[in-house]
C-alpha cells in the first residue's frame, strides 16, 4: 500500500520575498519551490507514495486554536494588500495596554512576534490549505485505512500561537489536529524541526492531553531565543507534560539519535497516546542554510525508523527545512524509513 500525501498546488500562491533580520533585508526562505521539490521528488516515487488534493478545512477547526482578531486580520490582508506586494508589521504593542483593530493593516504587529513573516493576498488561503492538508491526513489515519499519512504543509505551523504568527508560521496545523483529537484520546506532538515550536508548546501548556515534546537548536543561541529551555515543563494540569531537548549547534545523526532513544522515545511511549503528530522540519540538516545541525540524509532514515518503530499512528506535518536541493530527498528518506 502506498503512503499518502496530501497537497494542494494552491498553497504556492503564499510567497513571502523578503525577510528582515538583523537590519537586513534578505531573500526570504520559506520559498514555493521547498513544497515544489518535495512533490516532485514524491511524484518521481509513485510507486510508493500516492498524492491527494484536501478537502477544505472547517473553518471552526482553525478558530478553535487562534483568537477571531488574528483571523479577522488575514482576511484584511487579502482585502488591502494588492498581488505581488507584502505587508512587515513593524509596530509591536504588548497587549495590556492594546487595543486592536484588526481590519487595520497597520496594526498588524499586535498578532506578530518577528519581521520574518510577511502578510501577503494569498496568505489566508494558502495557511488554510496548509492545515487543510493536515486535517485531511489526519482524516485518514482516523478512517484506519493506514497507520501513517504526510501532510505537505506549506506555509509551515509549529511557531504559530493562539494569538501570534511568527517564523514563517500562521495558523499551526499540528494544534489544529491535535485541539480535535485530544477529545477522543491523548495526543502527543513531536517537534523535530531545527527551532523550537513555541507556538505549539503555548497552545498545550497548560494541557495534559496534549503531550509537547521539542528537539531543537539551543534557544540560547538560535531562533526563537526566548523559549524551548529545559526548564519549561508545562504548568497547571500540563506540568509534566512539555519537554523541550536544546541541543548545541553542530549535534550531528548519532548525537542526534542517542538524545531521541534516550529522552524522547520513552517519555512518549509512557504517555501512551492514541495519536502521534510529528512536526517534520529538516532544517536539521546538515548544508541547512539557517539551521546549525550536522544531521545527514541517511540519518533521516533512521530517524523515521525510530519513530515508526512506536507503532502509534502518525501524521507527518511539514514544517521548516531551507535546503531546496536536498529537501525533497530528506523527506522522502524519512518517510520511507518511518514505513
Ligand atoms: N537569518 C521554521 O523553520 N528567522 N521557521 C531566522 C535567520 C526565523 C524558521 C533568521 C526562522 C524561522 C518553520
Ligand atoms: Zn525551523
Redesign the pocket.
Known sequence: MTLPVFFDRRQLLHRPVH?W??GEK?AH??TLDRAETIVETIEADSNFFSIYQPQEIPLSLIQNVHVPGMLMLYETAQRVIAEGESFYPSVFPKRSASLVDPTDIRQAGYFCF?S??PLTFNTWEAARLSASCAHEAALYVESAKGRVAYALCR?????ASHDLF????YVNNAAVIAKRVRKKCRVAILDI???HGNGTQDIFYRDDAVLVVSVHGNPKE???FFSGYETEKGEGRGKGFNLNIPLPRGCDGQEYMRQMRLKVLPFIQSFDPGLLIVSA?F?TYQDD???AFALETGDYAELGEIIGKLNISTIILQ????HVQKLGLNVTTFLRGFR
Request: charged share 20%; hydrophobic share 10%; glycine share 24%.
Open positions: 525577510e533580520t538583523k534578505i526562505p520559506e518577528d520574518g513573516t506555509p509551515p505551523g509549529h511557531h511568527g517564523g514563517y508560521c524541526d531545527f527551532h538560535f531562533y526563537p522540519g532544517d542554510p539557517i539551521g514544517e521548516g527545512g531551507y
